[in-house]
């Protein structure tokens, strides 16, 4: 379970499916740098800091955190941390990307992973159409551009609220302010954002090479398993 801001919850149908598919994606590329010692924390960036900063096997266990507490009954509610909802962040900025490519290079989703399956705009639509349901925001629907729509801008929108419906905030963001700064000082201002004294010092998941495989495998069947 994940605490969210629209409480603490498991992601179901179309919405998992989109963060499936996301989170699929950028384990299979990820995979195939882990032994490129060369390639550090350098590769299949985001554009997320914190994230990109973890090298691949660092954001595979990261992944399988994310896999794991947001789309699975894993009994418990995971402890946020910047490295994790920068993790979150980062899934969401893939999906722009490929909707990005969806639109640019329609040749691109001719690959067979894509026939006979609906498109990331497809997807983002159906978890669109998922999260406004349950927060009753018929409002924010009725701007939900058409599936066949090239307006790149308009599917950043819709995408953004499908991740503020997962994240708090940013906080992510202004790690290095903090980790910079004087401790005290950091402290009291961690207390005024109310900001966790350890959210951006949690240390993240450091796998040994011969735990990757299995981490990759695990995320697999995390995330191609039939969505409830």
């Keep these: 379970m994940w605490h969210t801001s629209r409480g603490d919850r498991i992601l179901h149908g179309d919405e998992a499916t989109l963060v499936r598919e996301a989170i699929d994606t950028m384990v299979d590329v990820l995979s195939l740098h882990v032994d490129d010692e060369l390639a550090g924390g350098i590769v299949c960036e985001t554009g997320v800091h914190v994230f990109d900063q973890f090298t691949p096997a660092q954001r595979i266990a990261l992944l399988h955190e994310v896999a794991k507490y947001l789309l699975t009954d894993a009994g418990e509610t995971l402890r946020l941390s910047a490295a994790l909802e920068a993790t979150v962040a980062a899934v969401f900025v893939d999906i722009r990307d490929h909707v990005a490519i969806e639109?640019?290079?329609?040749?691109?989703?001719?690959?067979?992973?894509?026939?006979?399956?609906?498109g990331w705009r497809h997807l983002v639509a159906s978890a669109f159409h998922v999260v406004t349901e349950l927060e009753g925001d018929f409002k924010t629907r009725e701007e939900l551009p058409l599936e066949a729509s090239g307006d790149i801008k308009q599917w950043e929108l819709v995408i953004d609220y499908l991740a503020d419906s997962i994240l708090w905030d940013r906080d992510f963001e202004i790690s290095g302010d903090f980790l910079d700064e004087d401790p005290e000082i950091?402290?009291?201002?961690?207390?005024?954002?109310?900001?966790?004294?350890?959210?951006?010092?949690?240390?993240?998941?450091?796998?040994?090479?011969?735990?990757?495989?299995?981490?990759?495998?695990?995320?697999?069947?995390?995330?191609?398993?039939?969505?409830r």
């Design 103 to 118: 639109v640019d290079f329609p040749q691109a989703t001719d690959h067979p992973r894509w026939i006979e399956r609906p």
């Design 186 to 227: 950091s402290r009291e201002r961690r207390q005024l954002l109310g900001i966790e004294d350890d959210y951006f010092t949690q240390i993240a998941p450091d796998p040994r090479p011969s735990e990757v495989a299995g981490l990759v495998s695990a995320t697999r069947e995390i995330v191609r398993r039939k969505p």
